[in-house]
């Protein structure tokens, strides 16, 4: 057993406008009984977090938060790396496709650029097969991709949230969303 992390996170934001789109998304979420209006000990972490709402069900597919002490919505602003580790992890070209695959020497140098960017830096990494500089997240990360942001939702041992639901936050966030998901 363990405790399981869905992400919705915003690749747009940046600096004040990830704090006030973030202002943004939780007025949102509170004000639509998605999430409790309280931070509280639901997560894991010093920071607290926000508990399932009344409508939290309508959120989610398959039914009602798990019933478990951890269960709420953790939002972060400032420069995250949301990762997620197992097995089909990949990472293409965005233009001609070409793979990191398993070369040591390739997934080092995308690790220097992701570490780069979390120091402050940009986020463009090169293609070793085409040329193509890219950012990280218009890169091809599989079916779970990894994501690269100021301001992210957390969401932690809900059950698989529901498209429309992933749908509307991004439509309040006014960017592109990246989800993920695993286990802490």
Not at 4 to 26: C, H, I, K, P
Not at 119 to 130: Q, R
Not at 157 to 166: G, H, R, T
Request: aromatic letters at 10%.
């Amino acid at each position: 057993m363990g405790d399981w992390f869905q992400n919705l996170v915003d690749v747009g934001a940046r600096g004040v406008d990830a704090e006030s789109t973030a202002s943004r998304v939780l007025t949102w979420l509170i004000d639509n009984g998605y999430v409790q209006a309280v931070k509280t000990d639901c997560v894991l972490g010093a920071e607290g977090g926000y508990a399932p709402g009344p409508r939290s069900e309508e959120a989610v597919i398959g039914g009602p938060a798990l019933p478990l002490s951890v269960n709420g919505v953790i939002i972060c602003t400032g420069r995250a790396v949301y990762h997620t580790w197992g097995d089909g992890m990949e990472l293409r070209c965005p233009r001609c496709g070409g793979s990191v695959g398993d070369e040591p020497a390739r997934w080092d140098a995308v690790g220097d650029v992701i570490g780069s960017w979390v120091a402050g830096g940009d986020s463009v990494a090169c293609c070793v097969f085409c040329g193509g500089h890219f950012e990280l997240n218009e890169w091809d990360w599989g079916a779970n991709p990894w994501a690269f942001g100021e301001l992210g939702l957390t969401f932690c041992n809900w059950p698989p949230l529901a498209p429309e639901f992933v749908d509307a936050v991004s439509r309040v966030m006014n960017h592109r969303v990246v989800y993920n998901h695993g286990k802490f």
